[in-house]
């Protein structure tokens, strides 16, 4: 089993729908659990930023974190076209061999006009 | 946050030559990393870039092929040596601040010939 499984995509929405992204993981040692927006021929950007379970909001940005189910999910409200690009689950924490950090594959998501 | 830059944004090298690439953080930072993206794949972590001291390189990369530079807290550097076209990649750096997040580079985009 891989440590984070992200579906690839690619993930096509009209403009306006609620997009769900979802990631899920194995390493219960995980606390701190991110989303990266990475636009095409871009470094990812920092989107979303979560200790333990709960949920974030900011804008149209909600992330959710299952700590019991091992699940994280990043929704996007009136998605926009400027919202088409690769969003990356990362997680991290500390375990018997240190400090471990692990990125998802990313989910490809396009926004239609 | 931390803003990184990276020089250069892109270049196109010849089989057998080599390549450096700087990493610049704003601000002081615990730790530094070194990324290679594939197109269309995800991340792939080279090493961690240790201050003061050799960095620490992941399965399948070797110091010789991808030697790196730390010499202070906010500035970094990667050579790919002896290049070949399976070295074409996106070469990201990354830094890590007090919390658990990192941040992004905009990349370095290397064409081999």
């Known amino acids: 089993q891989k440590e984070v499984e992200q579906d690839p995509g690619p993930l096509s929405v009209p403009e306006g729908a609620i997009v769900s992204l979802n990631c899920t993981y194995s390493n219960s040692a995980f606390q701190y659990f991110m989303w990266y927006r990475q636009y095409s021929r871009k470094g990812p950007e920092l989107l979303m930023y979560?200790?333990?379970?709960g949920n974030k909001e900011d804008g149209r940005f909600t992330a959710q974190v299952d700590k019991s189910s091992k699940y994280i999910s990043l929704f996007i409200r009136d998605s926009q076209p400027s919202d088409s690009a690769t969003y990356l689950c990362?997680?991290?924490?500390?375990?018997?061999?240190?400090?471990?950090?692990?990125f998802g594959p990313g989910t490809r998501l396009s926004v239609l006009p | 946050s931390a803003v990184i830059s990276q020089k250069p944004s892109r270049d196109i090298c010849q089989r057998g030559t080599s390549l450096t690439i700087q990493c610049q953080v704003d601000s002081q930072v615990t730790m530094m990393f070194w990324y290679r993206q594939q197109p269309g794949q995800s991340l792939t972590l080279i090493a961690t870039a240790n201050q003061g001291s050799e960095a620490t390189y992941e399965s399948g990369f070797v110091i010789d092929k991808f030697p790196i530079s730390r010499p202070n807290l906010t500035f970094s550097t990667l050579t790919v040596s002896n290049m070949s076209p399976e070295d074409s990649s996106i070469y990201l750096c990354?830094?890590?601040?007090?919390?658990?997040?990192?941040?992004f580079g905009p990349g370095t985009r290397l064409t081999v010939l």
């Open positions: 990362a997680m991290s924490g500390r375990d018997n061999y240190g400090q471990n950090f692990v």
């Open positions: 990354s830094a890590r601040q007090y919390t658990d997040t990192q941040y």
């Open positions: 979560t200790y333990s379970s």
